[in-house]
Structure formats: C-alpha cells, structure tokens
C-alpha cells in the first residue's frame, strides 16, 4: 500500500474531523507524543477517542464516538494499555522520519546532470 506520511496523514485527518478535532493534531506530525498528555486526553474525553485522536489511531477514535468508548470498557483497558500504544506511535514516527531523512539524504547525494549552455556544442 502507499507508504506513511506524518505531514500527509495529519493534513487528511484534520480535512475528515474537521476544525473541531485540529488542535489536536497541529505540529503533532512531527513530533513525539507524551504520555501525560495522552493520559490527560484520556481521563478527560477518553470515551469520544480524545487520546486516539492524539495518537493519530482515528478509525479507533471513529469508533470510541460511536460507542462511547466501548460502553467504557474500552476506556478503562485504555490506562493500562496508554504506556504500550504511545512507545508504539512513537516508535512508527521516529522509524518514518529516519527513512524520511534517508530518502532526502539519497536525494541529495545524486543529482543529474544539467545541460548546462542549452546550445549542445552547437555555436
């Protein structure tokens, strides 16, 4: 399938939830997520998907709405399991910047040749 971008991703979640949800996600592409913030989004609105939101999961975050939070089973599996999912995003966002830089890097190493005088020898 088509390879993960943070920038990419973040601008279509933000076009799909709207302006409501953006905050969530602005300069977040980039970044680490914290667990204290995601710990907070969760005690605060853990059964509409806040913390999944966060954490760029949005079909999860689609789901905690429509079901308020699993009926807030899901909610309470979501403390134990914040720590795992966090390390996970950010363990996805350092691995996709490296190849990101990678890629750049490749980029920059070649660069073809320019038909420099535009004449081709003639003149």
Known sequence: G???SPGLRSRNMRRQEGPDQAWLLDGAAEE??????AYVLLLVGGMWGLHYTYLGEEERARKYRQTLGYCFVG????????PM???DV?????HDMEASMSEASRRQQYSPPR???????QG
Do not use: K, M, Y
């Open 2 to 4: 088509p390879s993960w």
């Open 85 to 87: 999912l966090v390390a």
């Open 32 to 37: 680490q997520r914290s667990l204290l913030v």
């Open 115 to 121: 038909g420099g005088g535009g004449g081709g020898g």
């Open 90 to 94: 950010n363990f996805r966002l350092a």
């Open 75 to 82: 909610v309470l599996l979501d403390i134990c399991r914040l």
